[in-house]
């Protein structure tokens, strides 16, 4: 049984004078555009001008968003693996420009010793596939899972082509991430130790077993036939073709449900970097309101967010992707780059939408960080709900009604 909300949502939180046109393309939102649960946050110039939530967050039982309600992101989940690896050139760990194999051995393996980082986390390394079978045993097993991806032949030369690596990118960030920190943490308990503590703000990339269900919004997804028919004519062949890169980035082994639990709601105690976020909208706001700044709350580096905001470097066949049907998606240093499809900020912004509406962001022009999180599964790009949410914001910004 699907909740249906009422015409006057329940909505709560605050928003810093001037940000009133965000408050109200939220509440618009549940009365226009569909929304079930879900919550907005903003910082700017480091304060939070905007923190909603609202609607429901359960829609079984009917129970209501709460200020401390957490929801899987998918790939908005990258961002915040991406921001880890940013700590670690900050911290003088790895150097993007550096060949993978200089960290890791094993990786110069099967046509893989040229790739360097920056190709990696430019989805140009031809690793957005596995040939062997990766499932949450292995997941679960990072040594195994290190193994395999060492053994992995790439699809093309580095840099050669463009391809979304929508889950294995994750898994290799990690692996990368054990073997520069000086302590040899996981991705995400970097993320936690480094990022999410120092912020006071709960955003897991590795989700507690002790985090009750009560606290997690379960997804309300469309049926698979009807988010297939949905993809544009190329990218639907691509979903019925198993031999498709987006079948073999998006689909197969292990696939995006990996980090679904049909017990638990969400994936416990299973790191997927890729995919596998769970957290709240201030959890996903607050790290980019940092890095859209001057990064001294977690003392990154100037060097670091100046190679963030550079332009991408496209593949030489451009930022054509093979994933999304040959669509221009332009990739850095693990982060999304806004072009006219996939249009978010300014020049020099950097983030990571999610599968089915969620995306954050931060935007240096304007010293912004941003997120929008929900639990009703939307469309493939574009969510109305979030674009009505940032234009509101922009004409904030524009007018200069920012006071905090």
């Given at each position: 049984m699907t909740t249906t909300m009422a015409i006057h949502p329940r909505v709560e939180g605050s928003v810093a004078h001037g940000w009133e046109p965000v408050r109200d393309a939220f509440v618009e939102n549940f009365r226009s555009r569909d929304e079930l649960g879900g919550a907005c946050a903003v910082y700017h110039h480091g304060a939070k001008v905007v923190d909603l939530w609202g609607g429901v967050r359960d829609a079984e039982s009917g129970a209501p968003w709460e200020e401390d309600t957490m929801v899987l992101v998918y790939s908005a989940t990258k961002g915040m693996a991406a921001l880890t690896m940013a700590l670690a050139h900050s911290r003088g760990w790895l150097d993007y420009d550096e060949r993978v194999a200089a960290y890791w051995p094993e990786f110069a393996q099967a046509g893989k010793e040229r790739i360097t980082i920056r190709q990696l986390l430019a989805h140009q390394a031809g690793l957005f596939g596995f040939d062997e079978k990766v499932d949450r045993s292995v997941i679960a097993d990072p040594d195994r899972l290190a193994a395999i991806m060492a053994r992995q032949r790439p699809a093309w030369p580095p840099g050669e082509r463009q391809a979304y690596h929508a889950i294995s990118l994750g898994?290799?960030?990690?692996?990368?991430?054990?073997?520069?920190?000086?302590?040899?943490?996981?991705?995400?308990?970097?993320?936690?130790?480094?990022?999410?503590?120092?912020l006071g703000e709960e955003f897991y990339i590795r989700l507690p077993a002790a985090i009750p269900d009560a606290r997690l919004a379960p997804l309300v997804q469309e049926g698979p036939v009807r988010a297939i028919l949905g993809l544009p004519p190329r990218m639907l062949l691509d979903a019925l073709n198993p031999r498709s890169v987006l079948f073999r980035s998006l689909i197969a082994n292990p696939g995006t449900q990996v980090a679904v639990d049909r017990e638990r709601i969400f994936a416990r105690d299973l790191e997927i970097p890729s995919g596998g976020g769970v957290g709240t909208a201030r959890g996903l706001a607050k790290p980019y309101g940092v890095f859209a700044g001057d990064g001294h709350e977690l003392g990154i580096a100037p060097e670091t967010l100046a190679a963030l905001r550079a332009p991408a470097t496209p593949a030489r066949r451009g930022f054509q992707d093979a994933c999304f049907g040959g669509g221009e998606v332009a990739f850095s240093l693990g982060f999304m780059k806004p072009t006219p499809v996939w249009s978010f900020g300014h020049d020099g912004a950097f983030g990571a939408p999610g599968a089915?509406?969620?995306?954050?962001?931060?935007?240096?022009?304007?010293?912004?960080?941003?997120?929008?999180?929900?639990?009703?599964?939307?469309?493939?790009?574009?969510?109305?709900?979030?674009?009505?949410?940032?234009?509101?914001?922009?004409?904030?910004?524009?007018?200069?009604?920012?006071?905090?």
């Open positions: 898994f290799y960030e990690g692996e990368i991430i054990r073997r520069v920190d000086p302590r040899h943490r996981t991705l995400g308990q970097v993320f936690a130790d480094e990022i999410a503590a120092p089915g509406g969620a995306l954050a962001y931060a935007d240096p022009a304007t010293g912004v960080g941003y997120a929008y999180v929900t639990n009703r599964m939307g469309g493939f790009a574009g969510d109305p709900r979030d674009v009505s949410l940032r234009e509101a914001m922009e004409r904030v910004l524009a007018e200069g009604r920012t006071g905090a």
